[in-house]
């Protein structure tokens, strides 16, 4: 007689979230993701690399985060802004780039209250703190409203340091403008234009669910985060979506 092995964690998971397939119940936030996703992809739709984020991905991790069994799927179903959690100050703060990720409509409205009891909010909160972990953000030199070219003469003690701050410009605009000016000499004529050093988006990580498991979660709590994405995702999409009126 076959000796019966007991199930693992992740196989009694797996059980349960077969068990999600076409359950109206967990279907519940498909149309409230598929929004934020879309608010999301139009926003950084102009970023550099930027491709668009697929809502199923966004549905799978809340089935991971949460599930329809618990009961912080009706209120924070992204488990974002829990206690102990520093994603959504990170996120809000402005510190770390979500003022660049936020849709114009959310600033302000999205509040460290409001995504811990709005499950709307909760979503909106959970896709952006992902979505600024994977973009590549950094400080660079961007171009002023005004594109006019002007000309300066350098005077004694005079650097390209220097001339920026004062003309409001930027060491790199100056070099670009002047690439021969290696070694500045008095009387020496100089081009520059408006710019400022800006924090901006360059670019983006990776979505491979290995990368978002990572940077979303950092798998320190739960090991199987991925396989349990992927697992959900795969299920997902199997599914039938709720209808959705636009």
């Known amino acids: 007689m076959a000796v019966q092995v007991p199930k693992t964690g992740f196989e009694k998971w797996q059980d349960g979230i077969n068990k999600a397939v076409n359950n109206a119940k967990w279907n519940a936030w498909d ?3 598929q929004r934020a996703v879309n608010e999301y992809n139009q926003h950084l739709s102009g970023t550099p690399g930027y491709r668009r984020l697929d809502w199923q991905l966004i549905k799978a991790m809340i089935w991971v985060e949460t599930g329809a069994h618990t009961s912080d799927w009706n209120f924070r179903p992204m488990q974002i802004g829990m206690a102990g959690d520093p994603g959504l100050k990170a996120l809000l703060s402005g510190n770390e780039g979500g003022d660049l990720i936020l849709p114009p409509a959310w600033k302000g409205r999205l ?3 409001s995504a811990r009891v709005n499950p709307a909010h909760n979503i909106r909160a ?11 953000i950094k400080y660079q030199s961007m171009p002023g409203a005004d594109a006019r070219v002007y000309e300066i003469t350098v ?5 390209l340091d220097k001339i920026a701050r004062v003309q409001g410009s930027t060491v790199d605009t100056l070099k670009k403008l002047n690439p021969t000016a290696a070694v500045l000499r008095p009387r020496q004529v100089l081009k520059y234009q408006k710019a400022s050093i800006q924090r901006v988006i360059a670019g983006w990580k990776d979505f491979s669910t290995r990368t978002i498991a990572l940077y979303y979660n950092s798998m320190q709590s739960d090991p199987n985060y991925v396989r349990k994405i992927d ?8 599914g039938k979506a709720s209808p959705c009126t636009q």
């Open 31 to 33: 149309c409230e993701i």
């Open 111 to 113: 509040t460290m209250e």
């Open 126 to 136: 959970g896709i952006g703190y992902l979505l600024m972990r994977m973009a590549n």
């Open 155 to 159: 005077k004694p003690g005079d650097s």
């Open 231 to 238: 697992y959900a995702l795969f299920v997902v999409r199997k």
